[in-house]
């Protein structure tokens, strides 16, 4: 599942540094500090409508320009958006481990719930 609020923060940081504004800046525009502009960015917070708008006005752009989603989040497995922010050997391997482990857990309900559906057919008769 896609996190729109990642979305439109990760478009709003494009735009920022594509038009070589600060994040103080945004908040200055927004009436607000910015310590809640950073919250906004980092997905901690939340970004209103109205907001949206008037960071929408400020940059420029239609709305709909920061709400796109892009092909960089066509990738909505967990440990795939993971594993391109981990730093150390360690914790690409365990992701890894993590990430076989969930496609083991898939496959057997798969199957389990194959199995059910058959016996059901068999027992019918």
Known sequence: ???????????ILEL???????Q??????????????NKMLNGMRTISAAEL????EYLGVKMEELTKISSRHADTNVVHAFMGKVQSEHAKQALQIADEL???????RRVRE???AMMDAWGDD
């Open 1 to 11: 599942m896609i996190d729109m609020n990642t979305v439109i923060a990760g478009n």
């Open 16 to 22: 920022l540094k594509k038009q070589n504004k600060k």
């Open 24 to 37: 103080t800046e945004l908040a200055g525009a927004l009436g607000t500090n910015k310590q809640t502009v």
């Open 53 to 56: 708008k008037a960071i929408a």
């Open 102 to 108: 969930s496609d083991m857990i898939l496959f057997h």
């Open 114 to 116: 194959n199995g059910n």
